[in-house]
């Protein structure tokens, strides 16, 4: 059977530019950092992997896409780490998943973090100029990218977003191309949880996300 976002993707698959394009999806956490927990035996390093499992999956379909994952295991990848491979994949764009959790049990929904809104101004040296010439459309393009995620994570959690988030993420500190962090709900929302636990659901916010990065490189 074939869900409304499936039929999408299929369509929007039909016309796919030619040029190939580099995505690097991160699932936070692993190995010896579980992340938040969502059950006895349910970490967020479990569900973000499915998640990202899935968007691969999914995109590795599609001709002009290469999907590399930081990590496609239960291992202990350094933040570090994580932006070296996104440089070695050469990334055209790099996504790190995760799941929220604080600012008490009312706090729900979904947030898209990005780094970088208030670089410094460009300086006479021309090889800067051109630095940040570079690392401005990284930054617009990263919230090109966002209010695409925002849009489709709407879709899964109604009413909940939290807007798109500005600060100095250290998983983003060291990857040299567009990025973005993506917080799909809080497992310390009761609601939010019993739906991140759910496969069917985890199925469908892959299929978003897949659709995300489609749209982003389409445009």
């Known amino acids: ?39 006895g035996d349910e970490y967020e390093k479990d569900i973000v992997l499915a998640i990202a499992k899935t968007v691969k999956k999914t995109l590795d379909k599609i001709e002009n896409l290469s999907i590399v994952l930081t990590r496609t295991d239960d291992a202990t990848v350094s933040i570090i780490e994580r932006a070296e491979r996104a440089k070695r994949a050469g990334a055209d764009l790099f996504i790190s998943l995760h799941i929220n959790a604080g600012f008490g049990k009312q706090a729900e929904g979904y947030e898209v973090g990005i780094s970088g809104l208030t670089e ?80 069917e659901i985890q199925k469908e916010i892959a299929d978003e996300i897949a659709i995300s990065i489609h749209e982003y490189f389409r445009e």
């Open 1 to 39: 059977m074939i869900t409304i976002v499936g039929c999408l993707l299929i369509i929007a698959m039909a016309d796919v530019s030619p040029a190939k394009n580099i995505v690097v999806i991160d699932p936070a956490h692993g190995g010896d950092e579980s992340g938040v927990r969502l059950s």
């Open 120 to 199: 410094t101004k460009p300086t006479p040296d021309s090889q800067e100029v051109v630095q940040d010439m570079v690392r401005n459309k990284y930054i617009n393009d990263s919230v090109r990218f966002a209010q695409l995620a925002q849009r489709a994570m709407e879709k899964i959690f109604p009413r909940q977003g939290r807007g798109i988030r500005n600060a100095d993420f250290a998983i983003l500190a060291n990857v040299d191309c567009p990025a973005v962090i993506l917080e799909m709900g809080f497992a310390t929302n009761i609601e939010n949880k019993k739906v991140l636990r759910k496969s």
